[in-house]
């Protein structure tokens, strides 16, 4: 049981460039995640899908789009990256439901340490 | 805005002794979670505390959450090198984890 999956670990991209980080759990979860994380910021929310088909922006969505391709997928794309979107990310998922009454733990895959020049 | 503020930001600890984290919330939560991250890896969830005055155990590690659900602690007795880390607490509120307020993180450094 593999749990939540990133795609690529590392990743050096040039200003302008664009790229898209992978992300899939198979633990059937309803809910996916996207955040980042940079020195003294902590955990920051970029994105969030509470079910296949639905997208909503989180604390920190410039310069970043997001595809929940089925239930298991959820990518982030960099369209033209920049020296501020250098960082750690990670895609977390949650079985919790989109309008439910709790919070579920997040389940974190193991991130990717993007730079950019 | 809603805010969770987790002290201290960083703690030295010689193996052996007791460590405290804090966390406080501006407005009450429905509940708090609390991960640990270990150098160079990811989150993991350690607990869930829904109740108010709630207290949970997991070996020397214990949480605690207020009586107004606006405050939570984890203490470690007798820390070990295992036990350095980062650790976050996160505040939810009824709905969605779209809604759970971060903390900094307590990093935790552990004298053999």
């Known amino acids: 049981n593999a749990g939540v999956t990133q795609t690529p670990k590392f990743q050096v991209l040039k200003t302008g460039q664009s790229m898209t980080l992978q992300c899939a759990q198979d633990?059937?979860?309803?809910?996916m995640y996207w955040y980042r994380q940079d020195p003294g910021m902590g955990l920051r929310l970029i994105y969030y899908?509470?079910?296949?088909?639905?997208?909503d922006k989180g604390e920190v969505p410039n310069g970043y789009n997001v595809s929940r391709l089925n239930k298991r997928e959820f990518s982030l794309r960099l369209e033209s990256a920049a020296p501020s979107q250098t960082s750690v990310y990670f895609c977390?998922?949650?079985?919790?439901?989109?309008?439910?009454?709790?919070?579920?733990?997040?389940?974190f895959g193991n991130g990717t340490r993007l730079t950019v020049t | 805005g809603q805010q969770v503020m987790q002290i201290p930001q960083y703690q030295h600890v010689q193996e052996g002794e007791d460590f405290t984290t804090y966390c406080n919330s501006s407005?009450?939560?429905?509940?708090i979670q609390w991960y640990k991250q270990r150098p160079g890896g990811h989150p993991v969830f350690l607990i869930q505390l829904v109740k108010s005055g709630e207290v949970k155990k997991q070996k020397r590690l214990t949480f605690q959450f207020g009586e107004a659900k606006k405050n939570s602690s984890l203490h470690i007795t007798a820390t070990q090198t295992t036990d350095v880390g980062t650790y976050f607490c996160?505040?939810?509120?009824?709905?969605?984890?779209?809604?759970?307020?971060w903390g900094l993180g307590t990093s935790l450094a552990v004298n053999p």
């Open positions: 407005t009450t939560l429905s509940n």
């Open positions: 899908s509470a079910s296949e088909g639905t997208t």
């Open positions: 977390a998922s949650s079985a919790a439901r989109a309008s439910g009454s709790y919070n579920s733990p997040l389940h």
């Open positions: 633990m059937n979860h309803n809910s």
């Open positions: 996160a505040g939810g509120n009824a709905g969605n984890n779209r809604k759970l307020i």
